[in-house]
């Protein structure tokens, strides 16, 4: 079973400096996708970020890029120039190719402080 | 565009009640699911389905029943309630399972099981 896993229940960062939020994921699949999805205080879910596993080339968003690293399974998120805004719950999430469900992390609650 | 609809967004319910949740998308998605949130546990997938009259079970299956009679809705029913249900519900719809298909997701269920 596919497990996706986020060490970091908790971060803190100063606005306008630059964070970085880590996920681990474990699979015997070779062709997935993974995700970052932001949950602000509002509960809507927000997709922030996708990667796609056969691409090398790490996936940027405007502020939001990511260090995917296929060999270790690592998967983490940075923000740059931290915006009171990115204050929220974000997950990470995996999902085979080929399946339809999205797996998860615990998430890591983010604080941006002024 | 409304989206994905989830009715109600608060209930408390007393253990051996039962409720249903309404899910309703207006995207013609062929893709719904039902997901629990919980303190550290992230988002875990209850149940799922491909396609009208289609359902599948998730990671966390037990105490709850589905049924997707329409596309546009799919219904997650507790048939006696238990405090271990306690939770935010998300519903989330999807056009297909690949991944660019990317999930919408609806503002959630709070459910307090006493």
């Known amino acids: 079973a596919q497990t996706v896993t986020q060490s970091q229940p908790e971060m803190s960062v100063q606005e306008a400096e630059t964070v970085t939020l880590s996920c681990t994921y474990d699979t015997s699949e070779s062709d997935y996708y993974l995700f970052w999805y932001k949950q602000p205080p509002s509960r809507q879910m927000i997709l922030v970020i996708r990667q796609e596993a056969y691409k090398q080339q790490n996936a940027t968003e405007n502020r939001f890029s990511v260090n995917f690293q296929k060999a270790a399974k690592s998967f983490s998120l940075k923000i740059s120039d931290s915006q009171l805004g990115d204050a929220a719950m974000y997950f990470c999430a995996y999902k085979v190719t080929s399946g339809s469900r999205l797996t998860f992390g615990e998430g890591t609650q983010l604080t941006v402080n002024p | 565009n409304a989206g994905v609809t989830q009715t109600p967004k608060f209930r408390v319910l007393k253990t051996g009640q039962s409720m249903t949740l309404l899910c309703a998308q207006d995207?013609?998605?062929?893709?719904m699911y039902w997901y629990r949130q919980d303190p550290g546990m992230g988002l875990r997938l209850i149940h799922y389905?491909?396609?009208?009259?289609?359902?599948a079970k998730g990671e966390v299956p037990d105490g709850y029943n589905v049924s997707r009679l329409k596309k546009q809705n799919f219904l997650l029913g507790l048939e006696s309630a238990a405090p271990s249900q306690t939770s935010v519900y998300f519903c989330?719809?999807?056009?297909?399972?690949?991944?660019?298909?990317?999930?919408?997701f609806g503002n959630g269920t709070r459910l307090t099981v006493t």
């Open positions: 389905s491909v396609g009208e009259g289609t359902t």
């Open positions: 989330a719809s999807s056009r297909g399972q690949s991944p660019g298909s990317p999930l919408h």
């Open positions: 995207m013609n998605h062929e893709y």
